[in-house]
């Protein structure tokens, strides 16, 4: 048995259903190379599932792309996920974890600033990632489902994510 403490995360200030997800550029990573790609030029393609996780590697970012490939979203819309891990990284866990997913590297965790979803790791000053959460967005960035975790572990509801995905 695991033993571990469950932790009550602070607010965010996440975008909610309606508001335009904030456009950003980073490193994408697939199963081939990475290059420097904004969100908009994933959206111009048509929705997109953005997946906030912890780092690759860690049991929860394994966990939640396992459930959303055994519920067959990865091939129902673009998944991209989104972390602190470098594309090196990124690119080991598409290999190991067979993941048909894009991966966002954002070793400094701009982007979860944007998105009002950086979490202080263990209030260890200067070491921040993101706290798991889920946008779906439609064409225009528009946000059309949002889960944000409440505390630590949280896990989204992947059925639900999963029948937001068929409904757009």
């Not at 974890?97 to 966002?104: N, Q, S």
């Amino acid at each position: 048995m695991v033993d571990f403490d469950v932790v009550e995360l602070p607010p965010h200030d996440a975008p909610d259903v309606g508001d335009t997800a904030p456009d950003f550029t980073r490193p994408l990573v697939n199963e081939e190379y990475w290059e420097d790609t904004s969100l908009s030029d994933l959206t111009d393609d048509g929705p997109v599932l953005l997946v906030f996780h912890t780092m690759d590697g860690a049991f929860p970012s394994t966990y939640i792309w396992n459930n959303l490939r055994d519920r067959g979203v990865p091939e129902e819309i673009q998944a991209v996920g989104v972390s602190i891990s470098s594309p090196y990284e990124h690119k080991t866990f598409v290999e190991e974890r067979a993941v048909d997913a894009r991966f966002f590297s954002d070793p400094a965790a701009g982007v979860a600033t944007e998105f009002g979803i950086e979490n202080d790791l263990d209030n260890m000053t200067g070491i921040t990632e993101h706290r798991p959460a889920v946008f779906l967005l439609d064409e225009n960035r528009e946000i059309q489902y949002r889960w944000v975790a409440a505390q630590w572990p949280d896990f989204p509801d992947y059925d639900e994510i999963a029948d937001a995905v068929a409904e757009n």
